[in-house]
């Protein structure tokens, strides 16, 4: 599934329950997980593939790849989009990726009710430095979650296998 569709989903399933982040927010926490994952782990879709070329982003220079700053993906131009329909998903990947990218909006929403305690709004949840806590046990365990390594074996594997 591409990222832009399961970020889709995730709004439209938290849009009553206090989702307090716009669609851009909730897909650059996806994106910062995806990349967090990319760094242990393979995806599916070829790396060649987020190769950004410069006549279609107008602030991104022709030399740069993926991962993006979040300073390049100007909300207003649609770069957001283009980016996250690049990006499909295996369901065993986005089965890893899916609890990381949860904690980050979470934390996000955690910014915004911290915030709102100086209009005098009773905040309820984990706080931010709760959030980070556990981000911080997801990216420790993530790298051994993603591990990814194909099969071989020592010696003349026909030999062994005939018995020879």
Request: charged share 20%.
């Amino acid at each position: 599934m591409h990222v832009s569709a399961l970020c889709s989903d995730f709004i439209a399933r938290r849009a009553t329950g206090g989702l307090f982040l716009e669609p851009q927010e909730v897909a650059l926490c996806c994106l910062k997980a995806v990349r967090f994952y990319t760094a242990y782990g393979y995806l599916k879709t070829p790396p060649s593939a987020w190769v950004v070329q410069s006549n279609t982003w107008a602030n991104v220079g022709s030399t740069d790849t993926w991962p993006l700053s979040a300073d390049k993906l100007q909300s207003g131009n649609g770069e957001l989009s283009l980016l996250t329909d690049a990006i499909d998903l295996t369901p065993s990947e986005w089965g890893i990726i899916m609890p990381l990218f949860e904690a980050y909006v979470e934390k996000e929403s955690a910014f915004r009710l911290e915030a709102s305690r100086g209009l005098g709004a009773d905040v309820f949840g984990l706080s931010v430095s709760e959030i980070d806590q556990k981000i911080t046990v997801m990216e420790e365990s993530l790298p051994a979650r993603a591990f990814q390594e194909d099969h071989w074996t020592v010696g003349d594997y026909p030999a062994v296998a005939t018995g020879l």
